[in-house]
């Protein structure tokens, strides 16, 4: 087989494929909000949107490609077939665009929906109200649990840099002070060398006096 016709026919397999994932993924958007448990999920249509949206871009690129090839394409029949694919598949790629577009506005109108069914179950009577109060103070109690612990460790955390700042500058002042005593004590044994030599001259001038007296009266 031609190796451009083989890179044809790569790059059309994988743009089918990436369009069925893109297509599922924008009907998972679509359909966000529907259930308790996707309402409860974190950046949930955040993520979908982000891989629908990489979809969109990858579907781009192998049109891209797949325009690149065709006019490289060993026969004509072959040239006119792969550029009406590629216009049909332009066409699809647009339309994803407008169903993902249309599927976003469909899942806030579902979180709209879900949050107001909320509301009125919570404001209800009846015990299925009454648990989901409950639940809903308990996870609030917890909340405020967490948020306390969270402020007592930054709180001793604080106070453990405070401590540490403060053991710091008592080191400080306790190495200035060696530093202090070490030269008074330094300037001590100067003065005391100075001292010593000043007695020794001292006495030697006594003897030396008393030798001379003692010449004179002999």
Do not use: C
Request: charged content about 30%; overall charge positive; cysteine-free.
């Amino acid at each position: 087989m031609d190796k451009v016709v083989e890179e044809v026919e790569k790059v059309k397999k994988e743009w089918d494929e990436t369009y069925k994932k893109t297509q599922e993924h924008i009907e998972a958007i679509a359909d966000y909000g529907k259930s308790a448990r996707a309402k409860e999920e974190n950046n949930s249509l955040a993520r979908l949107n982000g891989i629908a949206q990489d979809g969109l871009a990858l579907l781009s690129s192998f049109l891209f490609t797949l325009d690149l090839l065709a006019p490289q394409l060993p026969s004509e029949p072959e040239v006119q077939s792969t550029r009406a694919l590629l216009q049909s598949s332009k066409t699809l790629t647009q339309n994803l665009r407008l169903n993902l577009r249309n599927a976003n506005l469909q899942a806030k109108a579902n979180l709209r929906k879900a949050a107001q069914e909320e509301r009125e179950l919570l404001l209800g009577g009846g015990e299925e109200s009454t648990v989901r109060r409950r639940n809903l103070q308990t996870k609030a109690g917890m909340t405020s649990a967490a948020e306390s612990i969270t402020e007592s460790l930054r709180r001793t955390r604080q106070l453990m840099v405070q401590e540490v700042e403060r053991n710091t500058s008592t080191l400080m002042t306790l190495d200035e002070s060696t530093g202090v005593l070490k030269k008074a004590e330094s300037e001590y044994k100067g003065h005391r060398s100075l001292l010593m030599r000043t007695r020794n001259l001292l006495s030697t001038m006594q003897r030396q006096d008393v030798i001379d007296r003692y010449g004179k009266e002999k």
